[in-house]
């Protein structure tokens, strides 16, 4: 996906939204006042010859893929030897002006080391089929069937580095592919990275192997391997979100008409004589006319044979054009290692007709993101006010019962002020619904080594010091699997009619699509689809709990009626709190806080690998709000916003946190980090209280900290 301009919201007239806004919790807490400058710098630390306290690199063995491909085993990415291995990383995609998606090999082993010290072991490698010099396509010549040399070295040499840090990639074929005269492609000038035709025009089809046939084949002449058989490749994709289903239009007469064409002749081998006939006088057209596809328009009134004829249609072209791909990937050029069809992206409507045949692949991946910059209202609104419509449970209704699950993008976009709430939160779900991997939509590497260090775009967390410092404790969690997964799995199954006729559910049923499913259910337990061609859907009891509590008892989300919500973490290694710490205060096994900060996260988790009772050493990350200097909502239109600029600002969290029960700890101390890692001056030393040791946060400013014990 590509970050999009924040947009006007046009739902709510602009008198009434600023009442909304006013009135409602999104700017309740704020004061600008408390913000204090504090900034991320990677190339500081990568310059540094003495190691950050928080580095993370142990977590990876290097290089990447050392003992054989990744594959599959019990439904679940394992090893050469069979042993789970989960997933946490990056796109590795810059917008940022003057940018390339490649970075220059000069600055690779700095941005290699910069994700493995945070804990990334994978990364997305997306747009790579743009043009020069954002993309590895030659923009010469008159066709877009080569690469250019200098930015395939490029890539070359940035895998090289990935691998040699223990970082292995999600290596996407088709993303944003444009054509040109020379391709053979028609209307190339009219339809931009061909979405949807993907999937259907022979000529693009043709192309798309071709591109798979060129990297895949390509010898990467640091590494001496040729991609198909590069170990350090992880997983392989063969589309970035993209569809195609009832209602589609295509952009230009010619692929309507090519489009129109499959249609009737797949419903000429379906159909006798007589049903073609009947087919025609319901589409009132004359007898031997083609019979035109349905319009979003007339989607929800059309018969119902008609409306099935067609859902079968689009559902039997994508499973053809997925077969037709994963078998040519795997059986003409080698491919050793999973592969995704794309991703469940759709969350506005059912996508059980997709999923039909990108469930017959080897993983099945979703994608979503918190209050999207592109989405309607509502906008910078929690997400602990709103479990049922959380991410966690969007993203929970594609696992598939014996499949991994991926999510290949995720994200709580900036400017969203609470946005500290994301990481803790999916990395611990994540392991609850026992997923297989996260990926966040991106890390952008900074081309110019003078960049200044603010928030450029809403998805880049780079040079974000509560999103940057939390996935290093999210890596921490998933990698590890903190939170034990699901004691129980809800399996449900569709009859084909339930996931045709889904299409025509609105959209209030959504995220599931599943009418009368408690959407509290993935907060509880494990969740799972057994299948889509089965039994009709079971009916599930409603469910109002609150707090709503998983079957480990480890996470628990509470929700309140003056929109003051909570979500805790408590494992032996890993807890946290989330979300309104004032108003509604919660006391865990290791951890308690004091704060003056109405909002915020704080995250306390074990860098040893020992339970918190007994760890030595920790690491504490403490977020709440992060702007740009100069940045300035606009009450009465909120996506309209002066974006700022360096350098990047918090609200430092302050007041204490407790460690409790700390086992024969004789002394704590508390090591506050600068951007870069590094020690921002002595250590606090913690203050024994009959609760546990209490920590002063707060001052210096800073989003994380390095926790050290000194037991008997």
Do not use: C
Request: net charge neutral; glycine share 6%.
């Amino acid at each position: 996906m590509r970050p999009q301009i924040l947009k006007p919201l046009r739902s709510l007239a602009g008198a009434a939204l600023a009442a909304w806004l006013l009135a409602g919790v999104a700017f309740a807490q704020w004061d600008d006042n408390l913000l204090k400058p504090f900034v991320m710098d990677h190339r500081a630390a990568a310059a540094s010859s003495t190691p950050s306290p928080a580095d993370l690199s142990f977590l990876s063995d290097r290089p990447a893929g050392k003992d054989g491909f990744i594959r599959i085993q019990g439904g679940h990415l394992v090893r050469p030897d069979g042993k789970r291995i989960r997933f946490w990383g990056v796109h590795f995609t810059d917008w940022s002006p003057g940018s390339v998606e490649i970075p220059p090999k000069e600055d690779m082993p700095m941005w290699a080391a910069t994700l493995a010290r945070f804990g990334a072991n994978i990364v997305r490698l997306h747009f790579l089929d743009l043009a020069a010099p954002r993309g590895i396509v030659s923009n010469t010549g008159t066709d877009t069937q080569s690469f250019d040399p200098q930015q395939l070295d490029r890539l070359d040499f940035e895998v090289s580095q990935f691998k040699e840090h223990g970082i292995y990639a999600d290596l996407n074929l088709n993303v944003g592919h444009s054509y040109k005269a020379g391709d053979g492609v028609q209307d190339f000038n009219r339809i931009g990275s061909a979405k949807s035709i993907t999937l259907f025009d022979p000529r693009i089809i043709e192309l798309e192997k071709l591109y798979a046939k060129q990297i895949l084949t390509h010898v990467n002449p640091y590494t001496k391997t040729e991609y198909r058989n590069e170990t350090a490749i992880a997983i392989v994709e063969i589309l970035n979100e993209n569809g195609i289903g009832i209602g589609y239009r295509a952009p230009t007469p010619y692929y309507e008409n090519e489009l129109t064409g499959q249609y009737n002749a797949w419903l000429a081998k379906l159909l006798t004589p007589d049903q073609f006939a009947k087919l025609r006088a319901e589409a009132g057209v004359a007898a031997g006319a083609p019979v035109p596809r349905l319009t979003s328009a007339e989607v929800q009134a059309a018969p119902k044979d008609r409306y099935d004829l067609e859902v079968s249609f689009y559902m039997d072209l994508e499973n053809a054009f997925y077969q037709d791909m994963a078998g040519y990937l795997k059986n003409t050029l080698g491919v050793k290692v999973p592969i995704i069809g794309t991703a469940d992206h759709g969350h506005g409507s059912a996508s059980y007709p997709m999923l039909a045949s990108l469930s017959k692949l080897d993983i099945v991946d979703g994608h979503i993101y918190w209050e999207h910059s592109a989405n309607p209202a509502p906008y910078n609104t929690p997400m602990v006010n709103d479990p049922l419509h959380s991410t966690i449970v969007g993203l929970s209704r594609t696992t598939f019962a014996g499949k991994p699950y991926t999510v290949s993008e995720t994200n709580h976009p900036f400017p969203n002020q609470w946005v500290s709430e994301g990481m803790p939160i999916t990395a611990s779900y994540g392991d609850f619904q026992d997923w297989d991997m996260i990926i966040t939509y991106t890390f952008e590497p900074k081309r110019a080594a003078d960049w200044k260090p603010y928030v450029g775009d809403p998805f880049d967390i780079s040079l974000d010091p509560v999103r940057m410092t939390e996935f290093a404790a999210g890596a921490l969690i998933f990698r590890r699997a903190d939170v034990e997964p699901a004691r129980k799995i809800v399996e449900r199954t569709y009859s084909r009619d339930q996931v045709m006729e889904s299409k025509r559910l609105p959209a209030t049923e959504q995220p599931y699509f599943t009418p009368g499913f408690p959407l509290s259910l993935p907060l509880q337990h494990g969740v799972r689809i057994k299948s889509l061609d089965g039994p009709p859907t079971a009916a599930y009891p409603p469910d109002d709990s609150n707090p709503i509590v998983s079957d480990t008892k480890q996470l628990a989300w509470y929700t309140t009626p003056d929109k003051t919500g909570v979500v805790t973490v408590e494992t032996d290694r890993t807890q946290a709190l989330v979300g309104f710490l004032k108003a509604n205060r919660k006391t865990l096994k290791n951890l308690s806080a004091d704060i003056s900060n109405n909002f915020a996260t704080l995250i306390v988790t074990s860098l040893d690998a020992k339970p918190l009772a007994t760890s030595d050493k920790m690491l504490l990350t403490a977020g709440s709000r992060v702007t740009n200097t100069n940045f300035k909502w606009d009450l009465v239109n909120p996506r309209n916003v002066t974006w700022g600029g360096s350098p990047s600002l918090i609200e430092p969290v302050t007041g204490t946190v407790v460690l409790r029960n700390l086992k024969a700890a004789v002394s704590v101390t508390a090591t506050a980090l600068d951007g870069s890692g590094k020690p921002l001056g002595a250590a606090i030393p913690a203050k024994k209280t009959a609760d546990g040791w209490s920590i002063a946060l707060g001052n210096p400013v800073t989003t994380w900290y390095v926790l050290e014990v000194k037991r008997h």
